[in-house]
């Protein structure tokens, strides 16, 4: 029998991707960001699909199906019925928006057909289907539930269900404009960050501030049931009808205007992303629990936007009534790409699904492009770059001994990651022990704002030694608190710090991975997923008694994840990192010539 062969396309939104199902196996998947270095790109995926096709070995004219990963016709629906209830306070951004519906969205079926110049079956799953699709059917599990939380598809914003063999069935929903999602959006757009790409700084600036405003978020703001479900007071927000998130009313409660983006800090600003963060947690949570009420799981499956808050993942993970919880690595708008396709497989089409109960079928996440040996063997003589060859089984110990000495590396290996986080493919690495690493690597080698805390990696066995957590973390979406044993007291002085102070304070004895409340968001490495990245972290522990890394995304602010050798070498050279790392290629910084066209890097990298 010829296999089926089926492609996933998210689009227009933003985060616009690509994936490959094969007989049910993902072959490939990518983001559109990845190819045209366009930050969070929204355009159509066809470099990506042209990467998926290629790795399968496929033209458009060898698919059986392609899955978009929402109905079209249903959001257009959701975005007339707005206008006309608000009418006519959104008539600005109605006109704004409806010439590119009429022209180009709405027919989407027919630009799928345009762009692939393919004939065949096109599958239109709603957004939320894709999200639990692409929760549940890579999960490990025989059966589980699934929440799935973002700001909106169609109409619904969050959603909780069943997923059993080769079923996803959607129990509840709730509905624009309540969503946690963009109530979390509009706290970001308050504190002057980018929303849909800004969000995860809120996470980050949360541990600096208290939360005082939690209260009037909960009184003022939103009505929570003790269910979880809620309801958002309109009269505080503008996305229904304009270009901003909030309005006048927002700005008079939470006494002043929004911060203007790049501008100082304020505690005020630390004291909202604390309240909302503190508020994000109990929804989650109260939904967790009812969702194990009503379902009497035992297993919980996370996807959406909302589920990349490793803060809440954690929390649901240690107080929340399920025993496993699994988060899809690209939990938002890309990973319903993935979705859509499993969802065609195994829903529209009844295949069978197979759970492997140990392992999940996302294999690391690392399903993007790679280059071989010869390719950037060929890259770097072409270019004149000067290189050291090693060979394979001399790495992790050449590797552990500079990171031992606080050097810094670009890690350059294998299949690009698919989803936000960089997971040992497309990292970089360097000494979690070094008191300086945090705040060198986020304003020299980033270029972005130095509260930003970095995720340790650590070898899977040796986790519950350095965490709060008894089980692998591999992609990087659960925080857990670090291991008391290993924190130091803080001195009166040090307590009484506020704000900003806060981040220069040896708390632990890897300072560098320690976030001011004593946690990290942990990533495990294991030898089967990652064989090289494992056996550097082993050499690390063996060699000089650390076996975890800071591991962060290879790129700098404003910039997506490096995908090429070439991508990678231009980041090495315009950043302050002493060595790159790609395949068995050790370029050493202070070998290499400067850039003979270089750009004004750091003016390139201001704005996120």
Known sequence: ???????????????????????????????????????????????????????????????????????????????????????????????????????????????????????????????HESHAASAFFPSPFREAAFLTIDGVGEWTTTSFGTGRDNEVTILAELQFPHSLGLLYSAFTYYTGFKVNSGEYKVMGLAPYGEAKYRDLILTELMDLKEDGSFRLNMEYFDYCTGFTMTNGRFDKLFGGPPRKPESLLTQRDMDLARSVQEVTEEVML?????????????????????????????????????????????????????????????????????????????????????????????????????????????????????????????????????????????????????????????????????????????????????????????????VAPVKREICREMTGEEQARFGLDKLHVVRSCVPAVTHVDYSARVQTVDREVNPLFYRTIEALGERHGCPLVINTSFNVRGEPIVCSPEDAYLCFMRTNMDYLLMGPFLLDKSKQKPLSSDIDWKKQFELD
């Open 1 to 127: 029998m010829k296999p089926v062969n089926i492609l996933g396309i998210s689009a227009y939104y933003h985060d616009s991707a690509a994936c490959l199902v094969r007989d049910g196996e993902i072959v490939a998947a990518a983001q559109e960001e990845r190819f045209t270095r366009v930050k969070h790109d929204p355009a159509f995926p066809s470099r990506a699909v042209s990467f998926c096709l290629r790795e399968g070995g496929l033209t458009s004219q060898d698919l059986n199906y392609v899955a978009f990963y929402e109905k079209p016709f249903l959001k257009f629906e959701r975005l007339l019925q707005t206008y006309l209830a608000f009418a006519p306070a959104g008539l600005r951004s109605f006109i704004t928006a409806m010439p590119l519906w009429i022209k180009q969205k709405l027919w989407m079926r027919n630009n799928i057909l345009k762009e692939l110049d393919f004939a065949g079956k096109v599958i239109f799953p709603e957004h």
């Open 286 to 478: 109260r939904m967790a629990r009812t969702i194990h009420r009503e379902t009497g799981m035992k297993n919980l499956c996370l996807a959406g936007g909302v589920a990349l808050n490793c803060v809440g993942n954690g929390k649901v993970l240690r107080e929340g009534p399920f025993e496993n919880i699994w988060i899809q690595p690209a939990a938002g708008d890309a990973g319903g790409a993935l979705g859509a396709a499993l969802f065609t497989w195994h829903r529209v089409l009844g295949n069978r699904r197979e759970a492997a109960e140990r392992t999940d079928r996302m294999q690391g996440s690392r399903l993007g492009p790679s280059w071989d040996r010869d390719s950037v063997l060929e890259y770097l003589k072409a270019n004149g770059i000067v290189y050291t060859e090693m060979k394979e089984e001399e790495i992790p110990e050449r590797i552990a001994d500079l990171i031992a000495s606080e050097k810094v590396i670009g890690w350059f290996q294998g299949r690009m990651e698919f989803g936000p986080r960089a997971l040992g493919s497309r990292s970089i690495i360097g000494d979690a022990r070094s008191s300086k690493m945090q705040e060198v690597m986020n304003l020299k080698i980033k270029f972005r704002e130095s509260f930003r805390p970095f995720a340790p990696t650590v070898l899977r066995e040796k986790v519950s030694e350095y965490f709060e957590l008894d089980r692998g973390s591999p992609y990087m979406l659960l």
